[in-house]
């Protein structure tokens, strides 16, 4: 059973940084393309961040590039995402995901929320 547990949302003021991870379980970690999705209240999903199964190739939504990078330790079964200089339109649940971008066929995990605010 793919089991995907995210961690390291919380409060932070516009500017300051996050790092959320990713604990992954029950596949072939190393094996598969990973994401991050996020989804904002009355929103639909957003592709924020994918990273090839070997972490050599990356995706960026245009609203994250050079502030969010994604990385991998397939070692650790491990996906994160460092966010810096965050802004208040970043608030929303942030999942990890298998696959890469737009891929509808993928296991979620069940989020972990992220809140921007002043």
């Known amino acids: 059973e793919v089991q995907l547990v995210e961690s390291g949302g919380g409060l932070v003021q516009p500017g300051g940084s996050l790092r959320l991870s990713c604990a992954a379980s029950?596949?072939?970690?190393?094996?598969?393309?990973m994401s991050w999705v996020r989804q904002a209240p009355g929103m639909g999903p957003i592709w924020v961040s994918s990273?090839?199964?070997?972490?050599?190739?990356?995706y960026y939504a245009d609203s994250v590039k050079g502030r969010f990078t994604i990385s991998r330790d397939n070692a650790k079964n491990t996906l994160y995402l460092q966010m810096n200089r965050l802004k208040l339109d970043d608030t929303a649940v942030y999942y990890c995901?298998?696959?890469?971008?737009?891929?509808?066929?993928?296991?979620w995990g069940q989020g972990t929320q992220v809140t921007v605010s002043s």
């Open positions: 995901a298998t696959g890469w971008v737009g891929d509808l066929e993928g296991s």
């Open positions: 990273i090839n199964s070997g972490g050599g190739s990356t």
């Open positions: 029950g596949f072939t970690f190393g094996s598969h393309d």
